[in-house]
């Protein structure tokens, strides 16, 4: 199984490779572009993983993309009501991040949708070389979950628990940044 884990449209796009479960290739969009915490879609460090791996694109099996959209959407829209003409909320379409993969890319395959969380919690466990663990991710915000705790073991993965949004360590965290002088999602490490 080749699949390719991409992050993209917030801050730090970067893409991975694993065929067949190994770690192949990594490498974040920055590097390439030399715009620190670039978001925008990994069109570089997509075809550094797919060379690496001495791929083509149609031998993908599928994208695996690191948040679902349409929950993210539900929870920005429960925060308030955009305001703005129609023109300026492309961002409404949960489709927005798969069409834009698919057109920029130039991917015709699959591209499955997986929450934030369980994204950071599979890149901590699966090749932390534990056969069983537990698992805590914390940041601002996935899709609802802020914070997780679960149990990894063998190829399974279990979030057990979640905290939701507005309930969160990584939001309040980055207040203090902001409080500091810090810019958000660029100065927390300073802070820390």
Not at 42 to 54: K, Y
Not at 103 to 110: C, S
Not at 154 to 167: C, D, N, S, Y
């Amino acid at each position: 199984m080749r699949i390719l884990g991409l992050s993209a449209f917030f801050h730090e796009s970067a893409c991975c490779l694993l065929v067949d479960g190994q770690l192949v290739a990594a490498a974040s969009e920055e590097r390439f572009s030399r715009l620190k915490h670039d978001p925008r879609l990994p069109v570089d460090a997509f075809r550094f993983c797919l060379e690496a791996g001495g791929l083509a694109i149609d031998e993908l099996d599928c994208i695996a993309y690191y948040e679902r959209p349409e929950l993210k959407l539900g929870r920005q829209l429960w925060t308030g009501v955009p305001g703005g003409s129609e023109a300026d909320l492309p961002w409404l379409d949960p489709q927005v991040p798969t069409r834009r993969i698919r057109e920029g890319l130039g991917f015709e395959g699959k591209i499955l949708c997986f929450p934030h969380h369980a994204s950071h919690a599979a890149s901590a466990f699966f090749y932390s070389g534990f056969e069983e663990a537990a698992v805590f991710t914390a940041d601002g915000v996935g899709e609802w979950a802020t914070t997780t705790y679960g149990r990894g073991h063998g190829q399974e993965l279990e979030i057990l628990a979640e905290v939701q949004f507005p309930h969160s360590l990584g939001l309040f965290y980055s207040t203090f940044t902001s409080y500091l002088g810090f810019a958000v999602n660029d100065g927390e490490y300073k802070v820390m």
